[in-house]
């Protein structure tokens, strides 16, 4: 079952009901059954994958923990093997056998290796990450192995976040699964805000963009350059309220429980550089990264060449976790490029800054640093979002050629031009109005959360202001939900 | 935990009262169909009352762009009505022509167009059954039942039981509707069109041969659209009319393009029989021959639809 679904709404109420109406010692019972009926209920069979998974990262982290030196060592790997062992089969597989049949292709050798058909298992690429994130953190003696098979399991297995994150350190989950949680109210109540915050993100901004950004993607030759570029930021935020969305789905949802979750996103839009953006995007993750593989490898703590390497390395790894695709390796190298790029000219912007006497005019050299980051970010989403890489650079090559030409054109907006608009992204002028109206309330809330979140500004506001607002946010979810034709979340297929 | 479930029920109370409240205007506003937009032939439909027909057709757009109704009229000197809508499985036509009958219409023959499509409407239109023109009907209990079994069980409980629920899946379509009604054309203009055509409507454009290949249709015959079929016919019987099926005309080729026709033929040909119902025999290949009286492989344009009708007429003499 989806987080945006009615199914998900009866299911989360009876969980909460029969959770706080079981004495504290067994909720993570409770807990476990649910999580395992929520995963079922999507494929039902996928469910003893993931306990395949359990067992082999519970087992070796035992077994782990009274070993040291090379035994240690290989146990760790035995045990990541294990771990990602259906990953690799289910996600990569057809991957590696497409390449390899090109190869062949191309070299004229008689080799055609087969195809396998099957459904990927939804939110396997998060929890392995989890598993492995245990196993390591047991290697490196930081985290002690969990005896408790039902609440290792629940451990992997909590329904808010095992679809897609946030990918949770077991030095965070483990305790708080191990404890009683007495009924919060103000907890439960803070989480029900997060997650009607979530869905006003995912039904109303990202599920309506998905009609502009499927149309407009779905036949790139049809387009022209400028649709293409609309799209393309439109896309931008299609992805960011899809899974921050969901992010805070889950995050609230874990909160009504009385768990709390890494927080995943903060603002990222608002960055000033790409390395400031990726430490607000996919926060679990990122720092998975580099918690995992880039301060492993070194870290920053290297000569520049091999700094340089690293970053590569981690932002390739990324983008393979991502998607089995060129496009996503593409894409990971690109954001990799980007910081690499921008630490070797970090001297001649200084200079050029201080030539033009930016560095006098915070705000704007502010403003230009946000805009000029997200119009790089928003380049890498054209191979996120593209069906190929070959499609990716058409759709490059037509924004470079088509939008100079256009702008040379230019001429004050008439509605018309609007009307027109509307109708090339496929989504008519209901939708765009409604779609570029909350967008603007989404950045307007954004704003005023630069020093504090919205929910802290909000406790101290009168009663009515506070209802005020939430009410505001359900009728927003009402009237402007995009309900019909339910969309899964993007970050599901990873 | 009192503290929070008092609290709970303070933030909901306004909400589920003006959810009522709002369901209970909404039902009134969007039940009336002269308040829909666009304005369309199925809204247009609910709005004929009290009127006396030789003859009614009944179907998809294979029957309202392909019967010619006025020529009908003149031709056998009768009164006609054609009621094929867009997109429309048996579903809807069951729904529209109960509500037809209920608003004190009477048909002497109705005539229903039954071809592998309509026989397998999930397959063969987007939209098959357009519940959300309905939901604000759904206290009635036709209306009711037909939502239960077309859209299952679970979003019909949702839609009966939910104050608003069936508002906000279809939110797009009854706000478009109320801010078109505020700024928007009268209706009338509608009406007129199509009680001066006895609500046929005619595809005026022609494409020009060959017709874009179609996507496979593979198909089933639908027990579900069968069962609708049946309603149909026994509500026609109920109230006194005598019912024909018809198999209107697609352009030659199209076979290329299907399989499971022949399967879909015979079970209705069966069906028919076992129900005493014959099909009118006006097949012709010269219409299905020839690509200028097609607006594509579907559809006659308004040409063939004259040749068509006038089949009809011969059939009906």
Known sequence: MMFNSINFIIFFVATFCLFYATPIKYRWL????????????????????????????????????????????????LGITGAAAPLLFYKYLNFFQDNINTLANALHWNYSGAMLHFILPIGLSFYTFQAISYLVEIYWGKQKPERH????????????????????????????????????????????KLMLWGFFKKLVIADRLSIAVNHVYGATADASGVTLLISTVLFAFQIYCDFSGYSDIAIGAAQ?????????????????????????????LSSWMRDYIYIPLGGSRVSKWKWARNILITFLVSGFWHGANWTFIFWGLLNGSYIVISRYTEKPRKFIVNLIHLDKHSQIHKLLRISFTFSLITITWIFFRAASLHEALYILQKIAIDVPLHLLNIHLPHLDDYRLLASQLGMGIYNLTIAIGSIAVMEFVHLLERNRPMSDTLRNKPLWIRWSFYYAIILAIALFGAYHGQAEFIYFKF | MRNFAVKTLLFCSPLLVLALL??????GYFGNPLNWRPFEKMEWILTVKNQNFDYAFIGSSRVKYMVDTPMIDRSLHVKSINLGTDGSGFADNYLLYS?????????????????PYVLDSKHSFGYPF???????????????????NISGIKKWLTWKYVPLAKYLEFNEKFILSFVHNLKDQDPQRVIERYENNAGADFITNVLNEPFPDRDKDSFVFDDTDAEYLLKIVTLARGSGSNVLLYAAPEYQGIEKFQTGRSESEARAKKFAGENGLT????ADKDIEQDSTFFRDWLHLNATGTRIFSQKIIDALK
């Not at chain 1, 409770?30 to 209920?41: D, E, H, Q, R």
């Not at chain 1, 994958?49 to 982290?61: A, D, K, P, Q, R």
């Not at chain 1, 768990?259 to 953006?277: Q, T």
Request: no cysteine.
């Open chain 1, 149 to 192: 098979l039902g609440i290792y399991s629940l451990f992997i297995l909590f329904f808010p976040q095992i679809l897609a994150g946030p990918i949770a350190r077991p030095q965070s989950l483990l305790p708080q699964l191990n404890s009683g949680h007495a009924f919060n109210g103000d907890e439960i109540s803070n989480g029900l």
């Open chain 1, 256 to 284: 009504v429980f009385g768990f709390k979750l890494m927080h995943n996103f903060n603002r990222p839009y608002f960055s000033k550089s790409i390395a400031e953006f990726w430490n607000r995007w996919h926060i679990s």
């Open chain 2, 22 to 27: 709002f369901n209970f205007i909404l039902d």
């Open chain 1, 30 to 77: 409770v807990l476990l059954l649910a999580s395992s009926i929520f995963y079922a209920s999507l494929v039902p069979y996928y469910l003893l994958l993931v306990y395949g998974v359990i067992l082999t990262s519970y087992l070796v982290g035992l077994v782990m923990d009274r070993q040291a030196g090379v035994k240690r060592k290989i146990m760790l790997w």
């Open chain 2, 279 to 282: 099909f009118l025999d006006i």
């Open chain 2, 130 to 148: 357009h519940d959300f023109f309905f939901l604000p009907r759904l206290h009635d209990e036709n209306v009711s039942q037909t939502v239960k």
């Open chain 2, 99 to 115: 509500s037809f009958l209920a608003n004190g219409n009477k048909v002497k023959t109705l005539i229903i167009n039954v071809d």
